[in-house]
């Protein structure tokens, strides 16, 4: 019989992802990108960013790139103030094992 790994536990990590232009992506006309603030579990930074990745590929949305801001609990001893409806979407990322995007800003070109 195989032993079972413990499960590590999930955090919610906070993310920055810029996206380029694609077909099908769902971004206005004369748009030349966006940023999008998401909210992703895992358990660690990296797989947090391998799955929003995943989620947002499956959107049609052409990542960029990716700043990771680190877990709520990094956030928190690093002196971040973080409202509670923040913490209500980061807390339905853990609870669904989920990503949340909750903030799309959108680049117009000139």
Known sequence: MTEKKPKR???VYTLLVEVGRKTGDGLPDGASGAALMCYASGVDEDEAVRETVAVLKTADMN???????????????????IEDDERALMDRALAENSVVVAQSTVFLED
């Open 9 to 11: 536990p999930h955090h």
């Open 63 to 81: 990542v960029l790139e990716v700043t990771g801001y680190g877990s709520l609990e990094e956030r928190l001893e690093d002196g971040h103030d």
